[in-house]
């Protein structure tokens, strides 16, 4: 029985007013060791109640536009359960964010008592997904940014399930990279191929952690282990539970990617001022942009086109039909330009400079992939108008750091 009285009866306001919410956890295990290494909080409605599946809980709350608040609700639920239950400080808690809650701000109400759930407790978790990867992007790196100033670590969640996820990979460069179910559980030998291969190429990049969700079996287990998994999650490890007795603490814990310690670049040009830089005019810039977004739309993998026209009048007719076309053989693609529309175009996302925004100076196009990454970043040459000063890189770390300002001037789908 619900600990909320009349709990078939309750209204939705009321469940999140008593924070009525409760919480099992699923352990999550480092495979060759068998080490619990940490635990998934999964949300539940009031036992009785018609919220009292996960399903049917954020179903509602997107419904009535409460999703944001049952977010947080949900993540001081996870943290007061799972500090109650005695974890070890080493035991990680791994605790979804829902896509409508990045950028967002714990309510007032919840600041203190969450805050007071997590002292002492330095493994968080946030799981992102790839809907939030898709639909917000500019706010999702902006809440990794602040996970990672907060000592928290970052999961990249249902991989394999949307491209996008593959796509936005290096840019979010996560602790944990979480292969869905289906990649386990189901045979797609082509797809399931260029996916794993992806998240190899990044794991290897970066140090992430693989972990292999839905291993119900010895022989999911081993297709696990195949693709790369040192992490496993599933019913062979054990079934949520709403107290799970605390484990010892594990030989290795998950760690952590510390926060960006140097100040990250104003524009993407700055990104790279210390690198050779040449002189080339505008028709040579024209030609190295299109040759830079062919190939990595060639490419295999998913891919991510960024680009910065100055001001929206550059963005004519002629390169609007070529943008959209290149829309539709990647996942993600956005152009940035002074009074630059939300929609400039069928499949891509639009963002307003401001006039005195240094950005408005730069011609940039970066092409971000899981195994391809390049840009060309230039700026002009003193009062020349037809010379600018510029570099192309193929170097992954340098391509990223180009692009972080500029995804964030993107606002979220359906935004300001």
């Not at 068998?34 to 998934?40: A, R, S």
């Not at 028709?283 to 086109?305: N, W």
């Not at 020349?384 to 890189?393: G, K, L, N, Y």
Request: aromatic fraction near 6%.
């Amino acid at each position: 029985m619900s600990r909320v009285a009349g709990a078939a009866s309750i209204t939705f306001d009321q469940l999140l007013r008593d924070r009525a919410v409760d919480m099992v956890f699923q352990p999550i295990v480092r495979i060759d060791e068998g080490d619990i290494v940490g635990f998934e909080a999964l949300a539940r409605g009031p036992a009785g109640s018609r919220w009292a599946s996960a399903e049917a809980l954020f179903a509602e709350a997107y419904r009535v536009g409460k999703a944001v608040e049952l977010d947080w609700v949900c993540r001081l639920a996870a943290a007061r359960s799972f500090i109650e239950a005695g974890m070890p400080a080493s035991i990680a808690l791994f605790v979804n964010v829902e896509p409508t809650a990045f950028g967002s701000s714990c309510p007032a109400e919840l600041v203190e008592p969450l805050t007071e759930a997590l002292t002492g407790h330095g493994r968080v978790i946030l799981e992102v997904t790839e809907r939030s990867v898709a639909s917000a992007p500019a706010e999702m790196l902006r809440a990794v940014e602040d996970a990672r100033r907060n000592s928290f670590g970052v999961a990249i969640d249902d991989v394999g399930v949307e491209p996008a996820s593959l796509a936005m990979m290096p840019l979010i460069q996560p602790d944990v990279i979480k292969l869905d179910l289906s990649l386990v559980q189901q045979s797609h030998a082509g797809a399931t191929a260029r996916i794993v291969n992806a998240v190899l190429a990044e794991a290897e990049r970066t140090g992430a952690a693989i972990l292999a969700e839905g291993i119900e079996s010895e022989r999911h287990l081993r297709v696990a282990q195949g693709m790369g998994a040192t992490l496993g999650q599933g019913w062979y490890f054990g079934k949520p539970e709403p107290s799970p007795p605390p484990p010892p603490a594990p030989r290795h814990p998950i760690e952590f990617r510390a926060a960006a310690e140097a100040a990250e670049a104003p524009t993407p040009f700055a990104a790279v001022r210390e690198r050779r830089i040449s002189q080339g005019t505008e028709q040579l810039l024209t030609l190295l942009s299109r040759h830079l977004e062919d190939r990595g739309f060639d490419a295999m993998d998913p891919t991510v086109l960024l680009a910065c026209f100055q001001d929206a009048s550059h963005f004519g007719a002629r390169t609007r039909r070529r943008y959209e076309q290149l829309a539709t053989r990647g996942v993600f693609t956005a152009v940035l330009g002074r009074d630059m529309p939300a929609e400039p175009g069928r499949g891509i996302r639009g963002a307003r400079l401001q006039p005195a925004d240094p950005i408005t100076q730069e011609w940039v196009v970066i092409v971000v992939g899981v195994q391809f990454a390049a840009a060309l970043l230039a700026r002009k040459r003193g009062d020349d108008a037809d010379v600018f000063d510029f570099v192309v890189t193929h170097d992954p770390g340098a391509v990223i750091a180009a692009a972080r300002p500029v995804i964030k001037r993107i606002v979220a789908a359906g935004g300001p």
